[in-house]
């Protein structure tokens, strides 16, 4: 009778499907708890950037400095803050994300805009945002190591979270495709 029962869990637990499932829930979680982080993290640097006064807290030696990084020339696209663009691009990481573990019908979102949106395009679209992020975080830290010649640490913080998203984002489409069969 014991035996049985262990085969019953034994099974439960071999079923790769359900490990999948599970990871990609996981790996969702992760990515929902990297962008809130990576949002209060855009949103006191953006606040750095408007403070017109030096922010001492953010100073870890010569080399280290976020005021330095954050207020030069660098520090805007087309004159927005790199960091209201970091976190909005953090709020897509988060929407998707949220949108994805909640199992939302992303056909619905297809019909407004008459193209059709799948789960699969929005875990690929959670790849491509990784990517171009990774892309653009690189830039920057090349920015801050060659041209600036200062690191702003919570910048740094901030391009480890695009890799650990750029990182897992192609296993959660692996888990959706094999999901799928």
Do not use: W
Not at 69 to 86: E, H, M, Q, R, T
Not at 121 to 134: D, G, K, P, R
Not at 160 to 177: A, D, E, G, L
């Amino acid at each position: 009778m014991e035996n049985v029962e262990n085969q019953k869990v034994m099974t439960k637990h071999k079923n790769p499907l359900q490990v999948f499932k599970q990871s990609n829930k996981v790996f969702l979680i992760i990515i929902i708890i990297i962008s809130i982080l990576g949002i209060l993290l855009s949103s006191y640097l953006t606040s750095l950037h408007y403070k017109p006064s030096i922010s001492k807290f953010c100073i870890f030696g010569e080399h280290f400095d976020c005021d330095v990084v954050n207020k030069s020339a660098y520090s805007k696209l087309f004159g927005i803050p790199v960091a209201i663009l970091g976190g909005l691009t953090y709020l897509l990481f988060l929407i998707t994300a949220v949108l994805l573990l909640k199992n939302y019908d992303f056909t619905k979102i297809g019909k407004l805009i008459d193209e059709p949106i799948t789960t699969k395009t929005a875990y690929y679209f959670l790849f491509a945002l990784a990517i171009i992020s990774l892309g653009f975080s690189i830039y920057l830290t090349y920015l801050e190591a060659y041209i600036i010649k200062a690191y702003c640490i919570f910048c740094l913080i901030s391009f480890s979270f695009i890799i650990i998203m750029f990182i897992i984002s192609p296993f959660m489409i692996r888990n959706h495709r094999r999901n799928s069969l």
